[in-house]
C-alpha cells in the first residue's frame, strides 16, 4: 500500500515538473515574441524619417499627409517606453494607417516614382511593414497557445505556481487599419 | 494546440533518425570491413606455414574509422559541400533590387517562424528551385536560384522562403543534409567497386578463391555459413549505393507536404505557394547546377523528371519527390477553407 502512494506521488510529481516547465518555457516565447515586435517597431520609427527626407520635396501640397505622419510616429515613440500592449497596439495601428496613405499618395506622383531611392525605401517600408504583421501574427499565436495552456485541465493547476496569467493579445483597434488600402508595388 | 505537437514529434523523429542514420552508415561500413576481414582470415586459414595469414583486421579497422571520419565531416562540412557542389554565392551586401527583396523576404519569413535569419545563398542557375540545409535552426542556409528571384513575384518568394524554413524549423535540414553528404561517401564506394571488379580486382579474387584453397573449401562439404555470409558481404558491396539511393526517395517525399502546410502556417497565404509551385514545375529545363546527391533538398525534383507530374503509385514509390498535382490541389483545399471562413482570426 505504502509503495502504491508512494509510486503514485512520484508520478504526479514527474507530471508536475513537466507542465510547469512547459509553461514556463510557453511564458518566454511569449516574451521573446513581443521583444521581436519592439525591434520591428523600432525600426520603423526609424525609418520614417528618412521617407520623409525622401518625398518632402516633391509632396509639398501633400502636407497634412506628412504631418500625420510624423504626428503618428512621435506619438508612437513616446508610448512605446512603458506602454501596455494594448495602447502600444493602437498609435501603432494609427501609424500604419498613415503610412499606408502615404504610400497611396506617392503612387500618384510617377515622377517621384521614377527616382531609385523612392523605389528602395518603398521596399523598405513594405518590408518593415511586413515583418510588424509577421511579428505580430507570431506573438498572438504564442500567446493564444499560453493562454489557452494555462486553462486547460491538467496544466491548470500548476499555473498558479508557475506565475501563469493570461497575456494580452495584439488586437487591430484602429478602424482605419483594418480598411488599408491597397498598396500596389 | 497540435501544430506544436506535429512540430515537436517531427523535430524529435528527425533527430531519432539523424542518429540512426549515422548508426546505420558506420555499421554498414564495419560490416563490409570486418566482413571481408572474416572471410580473408577464413580463406587463408588453412595456408601453408609460411604463406599469408589474415589475422589482424586491417581491413575492418581502416573502413571503419573511414566511416568514423566520413560522419564527423558530413556533420561539419556537410552545409558546406552542399551549398559548394552548387556554385551558390552567399549574400551578404544585397548588390541589387532583386537581392534586397530576397534578404527582406528572409528576415520577414524568419520572423514569422520564430527562427533566427538564416544565411542567404544564390545558385546562379536560371531554372526556379530553392532548398535550405544546415544542422539546426541556428545554423541553417537557404539557397535559391537566379531564376526563381527573376520568375516569381514577392508573395510566390515569400511562399517558397516560408517552406523552406518550415524544413528548418522541423529540422529535416538535419536529416537531409547528413544524407546528401553521407550518399555521396557511398557513390564512391559504387565507383570504387566498378573499378576493382573491372580492373585488377579481378586477379586478387581469382588468387584468393581459386586453386587450391577453394577446393578445400569444397572438401570440407562447403561450410554454409561461409558462403552466406560471402554471398551477403559481395552482395552489400554492390548494392550500397542502390540503398542509399532508395534512403534518400524514403526521407524526402512525406515532408514535402508537411513543409506546404508550415509554408501556408507562416504566411497565412497557401494560394502563393500553389502559384510559385506552378511557375517552378511548369519552367522549361533541369535545374542543371545541383547535383543528383542533393535533389532530395529541393522543394521541386531539380532534375526535371516528369515522374513527379503524375499521380499513382509508381510515381509516389520512385520520385524524390510528391505529385505536383496532389502538392497544388492540397494548397488549393487550404487556400479554399481559408476564404471560406474569412480570416484566421489573428488580425491578419
Redesign the interface.
Known sequence: MFIVLLILTALIVVWGVGAYNTLISLKN?VAN?WK?IDV?LKRRHDLVPNLIAAVKGAMNFERGTLEAVVAARNQAIQVSSGGDVSRIAAVEGQLTGALHRLLAVVESYPDLKATGNI??LQ??L??TE??I??????Y???V??YN?KQRQVPTVFVAGMAGAVPAPL???TEDAERAVPKVE? | MSEEADLFTQQQRNRVRSRLLIAGFIAFFAWLGFGGDWLLWQFTMDAAPGGYHHVVPWLGMALTTAAGIATIVAWRKGPERVLWSTNAFEVIDPANEDERRLVNVVEEMAIAGGVPRPRIWIVPDEDPNAFATGRDPAAAHVAVTAGLLTQLDRDELQAVIAHELGHVKNLDVRLMTLLAALVGAVALVGDFMGRFMRGGGRLHFSSSRGGGRRGGGGKKGGNPLLIVVLVLWILSWLLAPLVTRLLALGVSRKREYLADAMSAQFTRNPGALASALHKIEHSAAATTSIKRGSAHLCIADPLGRRLTNREGYFAELFGTHPPMAIRVAKLKAMAYQREVRGEMGDGR
Open positions: 516565447q515574441a521581436q520591428q523605389g528602395q521596399e523598405e513594405t518590408s511586413n515583418k504583421a509577421f511579428s505580430r501574427q507570431l498572438n499565436d504564442v493564444t497557445q489557452t495584439w488586437e487591430l508595388l
